[in-house]
């Protein structure tokens, strides 16, 4: 049957990606740092070999094939094949001479944007982000279909997600935050002292995994490792590894960072078996083994387990009890209001990957704007140091005193990536919509009022997880919402969230 060798070739693909998912997790928890140079050729190979493989006329054949012998309502398959097709159009339209010379420019890129963000000196890695900018604006070009050429750097990440859109959900989320952090910044400040005592990692480490465990994580097809960034990352449903940093000064960052984690696991967890070998587990355009209906939905389920569940005063109410029993001696003087409040206080910053959950979109919006401005040409590298400045005083109120600090912060651009940081919002926006309806389900709220997380668990898993790749955000939100994507619902809960905190 030519589906079956279809789905057979695509399972080879996804095999290799697999692989390359699995030298990465090493690479980023395992590996001594000599190792580097010799894991950028494996990885480089391995990608070129599913490149090939993507693109390969047979592949293209096995498709018209597949296509032609599928009855008309075999929906599920006839959208396999259409997916990958579009896929592999798009992979194949970026000319392999840009591909070289973006591989060649981002080690370069790389280490220029190390050394200027070290000597602050954005002047010396101008020239070589022009270039880098020169390649995005070509690959935008070539698998653009005519609208703004961000649209096509997003959809990347975000299938259908266009300019147009973000801008109009963009202007709600900045007339709903700008006046919602002003007023956050005036109100009560939490003790900040609590959050900074010596709580000693292995029992911060027992603590946050056992809630993780808790939340569903499953530990049989599953693991922790450190590491410096914190990732998930899976080979299969019954191999999907999170990671975290726990510092011991610092509390929350690697508890709600490891239920960050733990919620794209379950995710990769809970994709129903005949998706996850198959022609749904593998996304021809990044080349990326496994996931689900796109970044912004992955985020959705962090941010939901995260900031929804881990940094609600209900959590905390039920939960502060047994992290005093971990931490008797750090936290015999702090209420579980006080710890509630300490996790949630809003504190407008210059840093995006530090900034709280009400200021972390205006930091997604500032580099959004920037990006669609630089892709279409409207806006000068030379330029974005002051524009950073401004944006950042416009939306957060704070001087940005260096570039170090300011536009040199992120290491995406020099990495060759555009368009992924819109995921982060539309993630935030969506894991306010989905948990809305799951609240509004009997047994789901009984259980987070009483701290036990299977049936929210069951729930996603029903109506989002299972689903993977074949079905797409779109629908999984009018199915499950009725309605589109739509910020209205995140307004809501960042907006009750600050009248909670008494501001
Ligand atoms: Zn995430």
């Known amino acids: 049957m030519s589906y079956a060798a279809f789905q057979t070739e695509i399972a080879r693909i ?4 697999c692989t390359i998912n699995l030298l990465g997790w090493d690479q980023r928890t395992m590996m ?17 070999i599913a490149r090939d493989m993507a693109t390969d006329p047979q592949l293209a054949e096995l498709m018209d094939r597949a296509e032609a012998d599928l009855p008309a309502d075999a929906t599920l398959e ?9 896929e592999i159009a798009t992979l194949s339209r970026i000319p392999s001479r840009v591909i070289s010379e973006m591989a060649e420019l981002k080690t370069r890129a790389n280490a220029a944007w190390v050394a200027a963000r070290a000597a602050n000196d954005f002047a010396t890695y101008a020239p070589v982000l022009e270039r880098m900018m020169g390649l995005q604006r070509e690959i935008a070009a070539a698998i653009g279909d005519g609208g703004h050429p961000y649209d096509a750097m997003v959809g990347m990440y975000e299938p259908g997600m266009t300019w147009d859109r973000l801008q109009s959900i963009y202007g709600q989320l900045k007339d709903a935050l700008v006046p919602l952090i002003a007023r956050a910044k005036d109100g009560p400040r939490p003790r900040a002292d609590i959050l900074t005592r010596r709580y000693p990692i292995p029992a911060q480490k027992d603590f946050g995994l056992g809630m993780a465990r808790r939340m569903g994580y ?27 940093r726990f510092r ?16 794209h696991g379950m995710y990769e967890q809970g994709i129903a078996p005949e998706h996850t070998r198959g ?43 047994a992290l005093r029993d971990t931490f008797p001696d750090q936290l015999s003087d702090v209420t579980e209001d006080e710890f509630w409040a300490a996790v949630n206080a809003v504190n407008p910053s210059l840093i995006r990957v530090e900034a709280d959950e009400l200021t972390y979109d205006m930091h997604i919006i500032l580099r959004s704007e920037i990006e669609a401005g630089l892709v279409a040409g409207d806006i000068d590298v030379a330029d974005l140091p002051g524009l950073w400045a401004e944006k950042m005083r416009a939306y957060l109120g704070v001087a940005v005193p260096d570039d170090t600090r300011g536009v040199l912060q992120d290491v ?18 969506v894991s306010s919509q989905l948990f809305a309806v799951a609240q509004a389900d009997a047994g789901v709220a009984a259980g987070l009022d009483t701290g036990d997380y299977a049936p929210l668990h069951g729930w996603l898993g029903e109506n989002v997880w299972r689903h993977g790749r074949a079905s797409s955000r779109d629908e999984t939100l009018e199915r499950v919402t009725g309605g589109p994507l739509d910020p209205a619902a995140y307004i809501a809960d960042l907006t009750a969230k600050v009248e909670a905190l008494g501001a």
């Not at 996804?14 to 990606?17: G, R, S």
């Not at 499953?218 to 960034?229: K, N, P, Y």
């Open 78 to 86: 006839r959208r396999a094949v259409a997916q990958a097709r579009a």
């Open 32 to 48: 001594p740092a000599g190792g580097i140079d010799g894991r950028a050729h494996q990885i480089a190979t391995l990608t070129g």
């Open 218 to 244: 499953d530990m049989e097809r599953g693991r922790l490792d450190d590491t410096v960034h914190p990732f998930e990352i899976s080979f299969t449903r019954g191999d999907v590894r999170i990671t975290s």
């Open 412 to 429: 995406h651009w020099s990495h060759g990536y555009l368009g992924s940081f819109p995921t982060y919002t539309i993630g935030n926006i």
């Open 248 to 263: 011991e000064d610092w509390l929350p960052g690697g508890l709600f960072a490891l239920w960050h984690e733990a919620g």
């Open 279 to 321: 022609v749904f587990a593998t996304d021809l355009v990044n080349l990326y083994a496994v996931g689900g209906a796109s970044f912004g939905m992955h985020e959705s389920q962090s941010r939901l387990w995260e900031n929804r569940v881990g940094r609600s005063r209900r959590f905390w109410a039920l939960h502060f009890g």
């Open 14 to 17: 996804n095999d290799v990606l």
